[in-house]
């Protein structure tokens, strides 16, 4: 069974800074379309940002500028740096890999990692 364990949230004033990792289980990882969403209360899980095996991002427009992911593939984990955060970025943060049509493969997440944005 896939796991996901991502890290790296915590509480953050407007403009700062954070990063959080993602580590995969899959062996098949240096050519997983990985995905990072995000997931604010009483919302749906939105996605944020997506990386290639070969290293093509795309990002929704909301974080465009903002927000980079990268992926270092001889650890099986990928990150999501977020700079210039601001209140509407407080979600809980997941990853997963991008399967058929971009949906994500799996329907079973890890623990998500908490970002609050607040002064």
């Known amino acids: 069974q896939v796991q996901f364990v991502e890290s790296g949230g915590g509480l953050v004033q407007p403009g700062g800074s954070l990063r959080l990792s993602c580590v995969s289980s899959?062996?098949?990882?240096?050519?997983?379309?990985m995905d990072w969403y995000r997931q604010a209360p009483g919302k749906q899980r939105d996605l944020v940002a997506r990386?290639?095996?070969?290293?093509?991002?795309n990002y929704a427009t909301s974080v465009e500028g903002r927000f980079t992911i990268s992926r270092e593939n001889a650890k099986n984990t990928v990150y999501l740096q977020m700079n210039s955060l601001k209140p509407e970025d407080t979600a809980v943060y997941y990853c997963?890999?991008?399967?058929?049509?971009?949906?994500?493969?799996?329907?079973?997440w890890g623990q998500g990692a908490q970002v609050t944005v607040s002064s």
């Open positions: 899959r062996s098949s990882f240096a050519i997983d379309t």
């Open positions: 990386i290639t095996g070969d290293g093509s991002t």
């Open positions: 997963n890999v991008a399967g058929l049509r971009g949906a994500p493969m799996f329907t079973s």
